[in-house]
């Protein structure tokens, strides 16, 4: 049974950082790529950023660029999201996501709809 589960969420202050982990079980996370989501009280689920199977190629929101830095180890079938510089408007729900690629040629999408498996979501709060 495909399994996402996501870790390291919490209550940081402003400015401060974190590092999201999203632990793959029941499949090897090397041929998927793997999103970012995440979702504020009373507002549309948003994308973050993701990273493609192949060759790693990331995608970041304007929102975060520059403040955080998605990776993945696939001898850990883990992908993270480090977070800095955090800012009251980061607080959310933070859920990964993965879709296996269909060609060798695939990116990842930044689209919720463009994947299949879903964690359960980690709480990140960012206030002072």
């Known amino acids: 049974q495909l399994q996402l589960v996501e870790s390291g969420g919490g209550l940081v202050q402003p400015g401060g950082s974190l590092r999201l982990s999203c632990a793959a079980s029941?499949?090897?996370?090397?041929?998927?790529?793997v999103g970012w989501f995440r979702q504020a009280p009373g507002k549309e689920r948003e994308a973050v950023s993701c990273?493609?199977?192949?060759?790693?190629?990331?995608n970041y929101a304007d929102s975060v660029k520059g403040r955080f830095t998605i990776s993945r180890d696939n001898a850990k079938n883990t992908v993270y999201l480090q977070m800095n510089s955090l800012k009251p408007e980061d607080t959310a729900v933070y859920y990964c996501?993965?879709?296996?690629?269909?060609?060798?040629?695939?990116?990842?999408?930044?689209?919720?709809?463009?994947?299949?498996?879903w964690g359960q979501g980690a709480q990140v709060t960012v206030s002072s």
């Open positions: 990273i493609s199977a192949i060759g790693g190629r990331t």
């Open positions: 996501a993965a879709v296996r690629i269909r060609t060798f040629q695939d990116m990842c999408v930044m689209a919720g709809k463009g994947y299949g498996d």
């Open positions: 029941g499949f090897a996370l090397d041929l998927y790529h």
